[in-house]
């Protein structure tokens, strides 16, 4: 056996407290282990995971299927660089342009570099094949967006926490309101490149846009020559009850795409349930005649498009399709959605439910810097279901796709006897 004593929660979160920067504010449980929906604690208390790792683990904790690819890439290649060929990547680059029906795609490794890689792609494009003068290009964004925390990407946040003593930033981007078609038409002159946009936003607290806002989007983009681009990371892998919120007209692999709007971004961004949450990757996907601008030198990562990532979000992708998650996710998301509507009903001050598939928040009755949100949570803990708020009175609950009906029913139990004695302790 180990050496090691056992380790107790306290001490493991005294630990991050003392050595690590405190760039979080983390739930207080240390988790050990998971599998499937459920994580364990180090002191063996159960929970259900209602975050998912921000949707990263759509396929459920330790997938067999994703970590026996991890295992078996892992003893033969895991890193050559790009300096030279391995023998994943031109496979996976197949499997993933086939799958999400693009040209060609670019590999990285997290979110945010995804997101930083498809804006220089469209600024490159948008000197080299749109004519902007050098210098000029411009990117659109929506308020209240999250797309990650470099530089360039803070730099499109309005939020003052993400965003304060961190100047001076990168111009040339202008924010609009979210779900304003008329505010996107008049923020377009011949410098823009392109359009940033998330089909619903996540860590705003899920707000959903109309059904016909991306459409229309995809529409005056295509009329002003700019570049849709859908920053996908969260709501992309079958997470919102379709292989792509913005799916439409892709080579959906469970035929889910009929009756919803025939959107195809010019530019796709992926990144965390790519991998099912085994391993930092992601992705940009785009046409022939926009990836072309990257030419050798142009652009590249270390890690981006090593044989241990391409064999894993292989597995993690195959897994998608063999486990039907998206329609899953669409029945479950159903269901759950009525019943926090039944719940909503019982209490007096849960004010909505709103979400897609399986990703959803409820609204409570009360101020964005409220703690209520928190202080649920943290209820919700006690009765075993691990949810996070993403402000003071919004929480998400978004659990792995793999949920069977029963564990939902269970967990929807959870979430009304927690709300319910919430209401009566306040
Ligand atoms: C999480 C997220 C990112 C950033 O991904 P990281 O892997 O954390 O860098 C970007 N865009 C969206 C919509 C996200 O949810």
New binding site residues.
């Given amino acids: 056996m180990s050496v090691v004593e056992k380790q107790h929660s306290a001490e493991a979160m005294a630990l991050e407290a003392r050595f690590g920067a405190q760039n979080y504010h983390p739930l207080p449980v240390v988790l050990s282990k998971g599998e499937g929906v459920f994580v364990w604690d180090l002191e063996g208390n159960k929970y259900y995971d209602f975050l998912s790792a ?3 683990v759509n396929q459920g904790h330790c997938h067999p299927k994703i970590v026996g690819a991890l295992k078996e890439q892992a003893e033969k290649l895991t890193l050559t660089s790009r300096a030279f060929y391995n023998d994943q990547l031109g496979r996976y680059e197949q499997y993933l342009c086939n799958y999400f029906g693009y040209d060609k795609v670019l590999p990285m ?7 930083e890689t498809a804006i220089k792609l469209a600024r490159k494009w948008g000197y080299e094949k749109k004519g902007i003068p050098a210098g000029k290009a411009k990117i659109i964004v929506c308020q209240n ?5 470099t530089i360039t ?1 803070i730099s499109a946040s309005n939020d003052p926490v993400a965003t304060e003593n961190f100047g001076p930033f990168t111009p040339g981007i202008i924010s609009i309101r979210y779900n304003d078609i008329a505010a996107l038409e008049e923020a377009i002159d011949e410098n823009v490149a392109a359009f940033l946009v ?1 089909p619903i ?3 705003a607290g899920v707000y959903v846009p109309d059904d016909t806002y991306l459409e229309e989007a995809q529409a005056i983009c295509k009329k002003n020559n700019v570049l849709l681009i859908a ?5 992309g892998i079958a997470r919102t009850g379709r292989l792509l919120a913005s799916c439409g007209n892709c080579s959906c692999p469970e035929g889910l795409c009929s009756g919803t709007p025939q959107v195809k971004p010019d530019v796709l ?1 992926l ?2 349930a790519i991998s099912g949450g085994v391993f ?1 990757v ?1 992705a940009v996907l785009a046409r022939e005649d926009i990836m072309e601008v990257i030419r050798p030198g142009n652009h590249g990562s270390t890690f981006g498009g090593n044989p241990l990532a391409c064999a894993v979000a292989m597995a993690a992708l195959e897994v998608v399709r063999e486990e039907g998650l998206a329609r899953r996710a669409e029945a479950l998301g159903n269901r759950f959605r009525q019943r926090m509507k039944e719940i909503i009903a019982e209490t007096h001050w849960v004010r909505l439910v709103r979400g897609k598939g399986l990703l959803n928040a409820i609204v409570i009755d009360d101020t964005e810097d409220s703690s209520t949100a928190w202080e649920i949570c943290m209820a919700l803990k006690e009765n075993g279901l691990l949810a996070k708020p993403t402000h003071g009175n919004i929480i998400r609950f978004a659990p792995p796709l793999v949920m069977t009906e029963a564990q939902l029913e269970e967990c929807i139990s959870i979430i009304r006897k927690t709300l319910l004695e919430f209401q009566k302790e306040a």
């Fill in positions: 921000y949707s990263a490794n997290t979110g945010a570099e995804a997101v967006n999250f797309h990650g925390r990407i998330e936003q996540g860590e920053d996908e990371v969260q709501t961004i990144g965390k930092p992601s």
